[in-house]
């Protein structure tokens, strides 16, 4: 029997209720379900409930009901354990999402007769080097970004590929990303569009204060150490843009591949060309 795990964002419009008929559904179906324990009570279903830190126990597949932000905070909270992923798009653009809601019984069928294929997305990982001590380590499926404050001046961000020296933005920071995360903050800053089953890692400057700046494909096995400089002390790591660290002059943020993948389901019929076509269709493509 198929177990499935439910992670629900429920300030979503409409999770309450999608989540109460996907339960329905895996039921019906005679699967194992359980529900984010933070949330199974909001429907109902308190017999179900498994905190998501326990899925790895008991849980064969993820359904995360939310937008992209949803997916990311589980795809890091599960990253060593291997378990596919399923996104059914409550939000916007959805990128990271598979199925919608309307598709529920379709999507629940393919899911238990064994009808997708999951798609190894690289993570990256990152920790802060502050007078010799290391700090900070995290795991992102997007991005790392490293940014100066809302309102102050430029930041100065030295970066080494590998040990040897690659460039110099003043601005008002960088993206490191992986080519999941190409179409998400790194492609508001003009980085490119990166198909996600190869492995490489993005660095794109935001803002930079001169006119031949241009972002960097790197390979996937390369270390990036980037050291901040600045007149001021407001600066920050962000980590999917969801986790935020405070950093400091002449710290060094060290960045590379994660031993973790997120293991993501899609359908057969769906390319990623097709994806970027209806999600940026307002936007040109």
Known sequence: ???????????KENALSVARELVRLLEGKKAGVYIDQRVANHIGRQDLSLPVADFHRDVDIVFVLGGDGTLLGVARELAPYEIPILGINLGHLGFLSEAEPDDLPHAVDQILNGQFYVE?????????????QRIHPSVALNDIGIAKGSFNRMIKCTVFVDDLYAATFNGDGVIVSTPTGSTAYSLSAGGPIVVPYINAIVLTPVAPHSLTTRPIVLPAEEEIHITVDATHQDMGMTIDGQLGYPLQVNDEIVIRRSPYATPLIKWKARSFFEVVRKKLQGEGY
């Open 120 to 132: 190894q997305r690289m993570m990256l990982e990152a920790e802060v080097i502050r007078k010799g």
């Open 1 to 11: 029997m198929t177990t499935i795990g439910i992670v629900i964002n429920k300030d």
